[in-house]
Nanobody, 124 residues
Framework: QVQLVESGGGLVQAGGSLRVSCAAS????????MAWFRQAPEKEREFVAGISRSTSTYYSDSVKGRFTISRDNAKNTVELQMNSLSPEDTAVYYC??????????????????WGQGTQVTVSS
């Protein structure tokens, strides 16, 4: 059974930085694409960033240049470093495990396992 547990959310002022982490347990971690999604109140869950098993990365236009995704296969963790945060980044951030293919889909349906989410709030 795969479990994903996020941590590191919180409250930060606009322009600040925050790092969220995801620890995975269960079966093999390294072959799978990992991603971060987010969901703001009354909005659809949206793709934020993904990292493939070859450590290729892909970002949504809204976070490109501000966020960095990374993974540590030895520790079964994936992190999202978020800089230059704005109130528009306020959301619950979810870690997700995708396919064991060297690709980074942006569609929710491509991801089979999800964490419980961690709240990120950016004050103006």
């Amino acid at each position: 059974q795969v479990q994903l547990v996020e941590s590191g959310g919180g409250l930060v002022q606009a322009g600040g930085s925050l790092r969220v982490s995801c620890a995975a347990s269960g079966r093999a971690f390294s072959p799978y694409t990992m991603a971060w999604f987010r969901q703001a109140p009354e909005k659809e869950r949206e793709f934020v960033a993904g990292i493939s098993r070859s450590t290729s990365t892909y970002y949504s236009d809204s976070v490109k240049g501000r966020f960095t995704i990374s993974r540590d296969n030895a520790k079964n963790t994936v992190e999202l470093q978020m800089n230059s945060l704005s109130p528009e980044d306020t959301a619950v951030y979810y870690c997700a495990r995708g396919p064991d293919l060297n690709m980074i889909p942006a569609m929710r349906d491509a991801y089979s396992y999800w964490g419980q989410g961690t709240q990120v709030t950016v004050s103006s």
